[in-house]
T-cell receptor, first 112, second 114 residues
Framework: DAGVTQSPTHLIKTRGQQVTLRCSPK?????VSWYQQALGQGPQFIFQ???????QRGNFPDRFSGHQFPNYSSELNVNALLLGDSALYLC???????????FGPGTRLTVT | AQSVSQHNHHVILSEAASLELGCNYS??????LFWYVQYPGQHLQLLLK??????LVKGIKGFEAEFIKSKFSFNLRKPSVQWSDTAEYFC????????????FGTGTRLTVIP
């Protein structure tokens, strides 16, 4: 049973560009959450998707957007990249109505 | 708003020493509590969780944590650490009855010296 998978592993972008990160949830999980983990910090909640809709959103600007597909996989899009967007982006999935989340390995984004 | 404080930023211990990492949270309602571990180069893994019941919870690899409601604390403990426990430890909370998104502390880096 595959856990949460994310792609790509690493990514280098230039300031002002746009980026798309991908996540496949653990088998049977229908809820996907995205977190940003800056160096030396704990993960910060970006948003959560359930039934292909954004259910909850953290304190992140509209440059951060997402999508969930019918197979429950998800994308995180970031427009107009800033140097401060450099971080590890984590995807987590959970079972319906469960408080417990399972994390993927993350995508390391570097903005130059 | 929810917040989580981990006051120990970096802890260095010798093997076989006892460990206690502090975690305090701030939230007006009832919460679920978690400790996650991030080993070097690996993804976040759940160590243990508290939803309700016995405030002393046991997790994997000999870790345990105690929920003290009056102190808004959920400290992590291990009687005897091993070199393999070297990792980053994160305390996290989410709200009962709400969305399950987690609020994390800033983490504590544990270095165990052989």
């Amino acid at each position: 049973d595959a856990g949460v998978t994310q792609s790509p592993t690493h990514l280098i972008k230039t300031r002002g560009q746009q980026v798309t990160l991908r996540c496949s949830p653990k088998s049977g999980h229908d809820t996907v959450s995205w977190y940003q983990q800056a160096l030396g910090q704990g993960p910060q909640f970006i948003f959560q998707y359930y039934e292909e809709e954004e259910r909850q959103r953290g304190n992140f600007p509209d440059r951060f957007s997402g999508h969930q597909f019918p197979n429950y996989s998800s994308e995180l899009n970031v427009n107009a990249l800033l140097l401060g967007d450099s971080a590890l982006y984590l995807c987590a999935s959970s079972l319906p109505d469960s408080y417990e989340q399972y994390f993927g390995p993350g995508t390391r984004l570097t903005v130059t | 708003a929810q917040s989580v404080s981990q006051h120990n930023h970096h802890v260095i211990l010798s093997e076989a020493a006892s460990l206690e990492l502090g975690c305090n949270y701030s939230y007006g309602g009832t919460v679920n509590l978690f400790w996650y571990v991030q080993y070097p180069g690996q993804h976040l893994q759940l160590l243990l969780k508290y939803f309700s019941g016995d405030p002393l919870v046991k997790g994997i690899k000999g870790f345990e944590a105690e929920f003290i409601k009056s102190k808004f604390s959920f400290n992590l403990r291990k009687p005897s650490v091993q070199w393999s426990d070297t990792a980053e430890y994160f305390c996290a909370v989410n709200a009962k009855g709400g969305a399950n998104n987690l609020f994390f502390g800033t983490g504590t880096r544990l270095t165990v010296i052989p």
